[in-house]
C-alpha cells in the first residue's frame, strides 16, 4: 500500500469546534485531493493542490479550509464544525502521468 | 458536464464464479482516462485497473479485465475466480485528459458468497 497517512482514523467533536485533519505522503508527490464520503456513497471532491502554495475548491461546496505550505502536508480546516459535516473524509495524492491517485485511510467525522 | 453511471448498487456473486460490474459514461472529450477503485470495508481505497482511452485493447491485472466499448461509453469490470477478499465497494472513475480531477460513479457493493 501507498504512504500516505491520516490523522486521527476517527474523531467525535461537538457543535462549533474548530478542527484539523492531516494528511501526509512521503512520495514526494505534487497533486493531492481531500474527498468527503458519506457511507457507501460516491465520492466528491472538495479541495485539491498541485504543488505547494497551489490550492484549489473541488466540485462540492464546502466550508473548510486547506493549505500547502510543504509537499508532505496537506491539512484540512473546519472553523466550525456543525452535524451537517458528518461524512468520512479521504485524503489522495498522485504523481503525473502513471496518474494513480493514491488513497490514505480516511478520517471519520461525527459532529454532534 | 461528464458524468459516471454505476447501475448496480449491489452485486453477489458465487466464490470462484465471475462477475461483471457495468460503468457508463457520458463525455464529448476523446482522450481521457478510466479507472475502477476498490474500496473494502474499513480499508483504503486502491486503484484495480487503469484504461487510456486511446488504448483500443481492453486492460487486464490477473483476475481483473475490462470491456472498454469506447462509442458505446461503457466501461464494464470482469471479475474471474472470485475470492472472499474481493468483496468491497467498486467505483468506476472518469478523468479528462485536460485535468487530474477524477469523477466517480456512486459504487457497486459487491458481496462474494463463499
Known amino acids: 500500500e501507498a504512504d500516505i497517512y491520516q490523522t486521527p482514523r476517527y474523531l467525535v467533536i461537538g457543535t462549533g469546534k474548530k478542527i484539523t485533519l492531516e494528511c501526509s505522503q512521503t512520495m514526494g508527490h505534487d497533486k493531492m485531493y481531500w474527498y468527503q464520503q458519506d457511507p457507501g456513497m460516491e465520492l466528491h471532491l472538495i479541495h485539491y493542490?498541485?504543488?505547494?502554495?497551489?490550492?484549489e475548491k473541488g466540485d462540492l461546496s464546502s466550508e473548510s479550509t486547506v493549505s500547502r505550505i510543504r509537499t508532505e502536508h496537506f491539512p484540512l480546516t473546519l472553523e466550525s464544525a456543525r452535524p451537517s459535516h458528518t461524512s468520512q473524509y479521504l485524503c489522495?495524492?498522485?504523481?503525473?502521468?502513471?496518474?494513480?491517485?493514491?488513497f490514505g485511510p480516511g478520517t471519520r467525522l461525527t459532529v454532534l | 458536464a461528464q458524468t459516471v453511471t454505476q447501475s448496480q448498487p449491489e452485486m453477489s456473486v458465487q466464490e470462484a464464479e465471475t462477475v461483471t460490474l457495468s460503468c457508463t459514461y457520458d463525455?464529448?472529450?476523446?482522450?481521457?482516462?478510466l479507472f475502477w477503485y476498490k474500496q473494502p470495508p474499513s480499508r483504503q481505497m486502491i486503484l484495480v485497473i487503469r484504461?487510456?482511452?486511446?488504448k483500443q485493447q481492453n486492460a487486464t491485472e490477473n483476475r481483473f479485465s475490462v470491456n472498454f466499448q469506447k462509442a458505446a461509453k461503457s466501461f464494464s469490470l470482469k471479475i474471474s475466480d472470485s475470492q472472499l477478499g474481493d468483496a468491497a465497494m467498486y467505483f468506476c472513475?472518469?478523468?479528462?485528459?485536460?485535468?487530474?480531477?477524477?469523477?466517480w460513479g456512486a459504487g457497486t457493493k459487491l458481496i462474494i458468497k463463499p
Open positions: 489522495a495524492s498522485s504523481v503525473p502521468l502513471v496518474d494513480t491517485q493514491y
Open positions: 484504461q487510456e482511452a486511446y
Open positions: 472513475a472518469y478523468r479528462s485528459a485536460r485535468n487530474y480531477q477524477l469523477i
Open positions: 463525455t464529448s472529450e476523446s482522450d481521457y482516462y
Open positions: 493542490s498541485y504543488g505547494v502554495n497551489s490550492t
